[in-house]
C-alpha cells in the first residue's frame, strides 16, 4: 500500500512560485505514472501534470509555467509552479497509477491528501 502526503502550498502572489513536495512512503516503481491533479471550489477535479517513464505530460493552462522532478533517495517528487495567477488556486493532489494512466483520474490508484494552494491577485 502506498501512502502519499503533499507539503508545500501556501499563499503566494500572482506571479510568484510555490514548491509542492509529494512524499510516498515507500519506493514507488519506475513503471508508476506519478500524476498532479487539482480541485478549485465549485469545480471538478482536474489534470495538472504527470510524468510517465520519463516522459512529462502536462494540461495546456500549464503552458512551460510548471515543472516535474523526484529524488528517488527521498521517495519524493515535486511539483515546481512558477508565474501562479489567481485561476491556479486549487487544493492540489498528487497521486500513483499502476496502470499507466496518464490524465485519467479513475485509474489512479492512490492519492494524496491534497494541499492548498492560493494566489491571490
Known amino acids: 500500500q502506498v501512502q502519499l502526503v503533499e507539503s508545500g502550498g501556501g499563499l503566494v502572489q500572482a506571479g510568484g512560485s510555490l514548491r509542492l513536495s509529494c512524499a510516498a512512503s515507500?519506493?514507488?516503481?519506475?513503471?508508476?505514472?506519478m500524476g498532479w491533479f487539482r480541485q478549485a471550489p465549485g469545480k471538478e477535479r482536474e489534470f495538472v501534470f504527470a510524468?510517465?517513464?520519463?516522459?512529462?505530460y502536462y494540461a495546456d493552462f500549464v503552458k512551460g509555467r510548471f515543472a516535474f522532478s523526484r529524488d528517488n533517495g527521498k521517495n519524493t517528487v515535486y511539483l515546481q509552479m512558477n508565474s501562479l495567477k489567481p485561476e491556479d488556486t486549487a487544493v492540489y493532489y498528487c497521486?500513483?497509477?499502476?496502470?499507466?494512466?496518464?490524465?485519467?483520474?479513475?485509474?489512479?490508484?492512490?492519492w494524496g491528501q491534497g494541499t492548498q494552494v492560493t494566489v491571490s491577485s
Open positions: 515507500g519506493r514507488i516503481p519506475d513503471s508508476y505514472t
Open positions: 510524468v510517465h517513464t520519463g516522459v512529462a
Open positions: 497521486a500513483a497509477s499502476s496502470r499507466g494512466s496518464i490524465r485519467q483520474l479513475s485509474e489512479y490508484n492512490y
